[in-house]
């Protein structure tokens, strides 16, 4: 959605806001999931997503990055920020939601981005978590490898280290404590 066709005053429903107009503030609401700004610093076009799970699998990154390439938008003049969002030391899912993960939310080769170590996790029968059926998600690395994919430059990328899981005084946090509170990030042009 674009940032003009909103209203003032008016909350709007999306997973995703595109500053077309100078001098726009994008603000969105996260918990867990993680916020992704975008700037165009030769044009000062701005972008926010709410991407998580779901997103990064129906490839939200790459439909948004489709927009600033309609835009004119060179590859290299665009900056990415992942902000705080939970680590995968706390987002645990159960492996048939894994592997579904991998199968829609990775483009080119599943394995592309991670070690021997997380492909060892990933997709064989022994890790830390199997008395509990459980195996652990990278969101912030899923997305990362999104954007690599779509040929930003890893100059271009910075990443939260902030785990909104893990830092309880810091951030709100649906799986740690189903609390309906949530954090507000933002990006101005």
């Known amino acids: 959605m674009f940032g003009s066709h909103l209203e003032d005053g008016i909350k709007t429903d999306a997973d995703g806001l595109v500053g077309n107009k100078c001098n726009q503030n994008l603000w969105v609401y996260t918990a867990d999931c993680m916020p992704i700004f975008f700037a165009d610093k030769m044009t000062r076009n701005v972008a926010t997503l709410h991407c998580g799970r ?4 129906k490839k939200i990154i790459k439909n948004l990055i489709k927009i600033f390439d309609n835009f004119g938008t060179s590859r290299d003049n665009l900056l990415v920020a992942i902000g705080p969002a939970i680590s995968k030391e706390h987002y645990l ?3 048939i939601t894994l592997k579904e993960f991998y199968r829609r939310a990775e483009n080119k080769n599943i394995t592309v981005n991670l070690t021997k170590a997380e492909k060892d996790l990933y997709f064989s029968d022994s890790n830390q978590f199997k008395d509990q059926n459980l195996n652990q ?3 912030k690395r899923s997305a990362y490898g999104q954007l690599l994919n779509e040929n930003i430059p890893n100059a271009n990328i910075d990443i939260s280290n902030l785990c909104t899981y893990k830092l309880k005084n810091e951030f709100n946090s649906w799986r740690r404590s189903k609390t309906f509170l949530r954090q ?3 990006i101005c042009s």
């Open 54 to 57: 779901k997103g990064l699998e």
């Open 93 to 95: 899912v159960d492996k």
């Open 137 to 139: 998600l990278d969101l």
């Open 184 to 186: 507000w990030n933002f």
